[in-house]
């Protein structure tokens, strides 16, 4: 599958400065002679905390091999806008807001899926941070089946920043861990604005991140951990029943 | 990733008089002049409702070039030993049984993240179809993290006779549509020996199937359907939270 690319320098420089979220990664040709330019792409890069892959001339033929008119620099960019966290919360609700954050799930195909899942189960955003994550690009936006552009997709360049932000806004913080006391059904997902931390693929949610929850929960299982993606749907989908049980009492 | 195969007539003359089960498929050569042999395997293969693939000698060079000693014929084979359902049903429990049944799952990753996923929620089987279904495979088994050694895999040559003798063995069958009146979560579990049944990716359960299922239960969504391997999850996982509070209840 084929990824989002735009090449060259100008097209590049113009994005910088107008969408840099939208950039995932750089690519820049190792041992490029630089001129102004491309001195200015590199300077707003670092500014906008983009990784920047230092890239042979070979590698870029056999990345980029259909276009090369590349001068030295190509940009992974996702194929939608993400927004930002402020802009998520200034966004009104009748009701509680409920978001998925991804704690370095790098996985293209957890990451599409739980997209899926996400919006299947009504949830409002998902933020992702922009290190260590999967980026959206084709592959998820494939596997996420189209649910991709019926969810806003929050990166950030600090978790633990965002994680405070939202605490200031209402919001109630859960995140999954392994030996926690509760389990992910012991808590009331219908009375709050929350957000449900998922770790990643091998290494689980990072201490400062736990350390920032209101509330961790465990999903037991009999054999190893769940795959992240089906983990995240079992407590989505919980979330869900709780709230369309307490919907349907209200009704009565 | 590397399928299992096996190379060979006599090898595959032997594998299907003694254990014709583990073949997922034979591979055999367009044209090849067959010896009585070979007529004996592809007689074993018919009896056993293996699926024949006639394939041309430039395919056989292309799918197992590093094995070009084939003799015409190639078996894929499943990593591990399916069990019949008879098999399944003498292993004796304390408690209720709980299976999955999979009508027509193709795909290899939700293959092996359903397999991660019951052995996870502590299901005692998995029950799939010889057509239609993504056999074991070595994909399935590297999705499955393992999980494939942990859980019997019963393979049927007709869904619908399997359903009959589950039903005879005091087995509840529950069929998931996306139109039924109850949901999924408001069935009771914890007092029964139970199947469930997914469909597959696109065309959901079969007709025939849905008729002969004791209930169906609809998962709702706010988008598309769920991508079947976290619809699995969910539902498995509520069996598993109903029958953990039950426990809990009864401790009490």
Redesign the interface.
């Known amino acids: 599958m084929e990824n989002n690319f735009i090449y060259g320098k100008n097209p590049i420089y113009e994005l910088l400065l107008k969408n840099a979220k939208r950039i995932n990664k750089l690519y820049i040709q190792k041992n490029f002679s630089f001129d102004n330019r491309m001195k200015k792409i590199v300077e707003l890069a670092k500014e906008n905390k983009i990784v920047i892959s230092q890239t042979s001339l070979n590698k870029f033929y056999e990345y980029f091999e259909e276009r090369p008119n590349f001068q030295g620099v190509v940009a992974s960019v996702s194929p939608v806008e993400y927004i930002d966290l402020e802009d998520f919360l200034a966004i009104k609700k009748d009701g509680f807001k409920k978001l998925v954050i991804l704690d370095g799930v790098s996985d293209p195909?957890n990451f599409g899926?739980i997209i899926?899942?996400s919006?299947?189960?009504?949830f409002d955003g998902i933020l992702i941070s922009n290190h260590r994550s999967c980026p959206l690009n084709a592959t998820v936006e494939k596997i996420s089946?189209?649910?991709i552009n019926?969810i806003p997709v929050i990166k950030t360049t600090s978790l633990s920043g965002s994680i405070d932000l939202l605490k200031k806004n209402d919001f109630w913080v859960i995140a999954t861990k392994m030996d926690a006391k509760d389990?992910y059904?012991e808590i009331d997902y219908t009375d709050m604005n929350f957000a449900v931390v998922m770790g990643s693929e091998g290494k689980g949610i990072s201490k400062t991140i736990l350390n920032k929850a209101d509330f961790t929960v465990k999903?037991?299982?009999?054999?190893?951990?769940?795959?992240v993606?089906?983990?995240t749907?079992?407590i989505l989908?919980?979330a869900?029943?709780q709230i369309?049980i307490k919907e349907n009492t209200n009704l009565r």
Chains 1, 2 share one sequence.
Do not use: Q
């Open positions: 195909y899926s899926r899942t919006v299947a189960a009504g089946s189209g649910a019926h389990n059904y999903l037991e299982s009999d054999f190893e951990s769940l795959n993606s089906n983990a749907a079992v989908y919980e869900k029943r369309k």
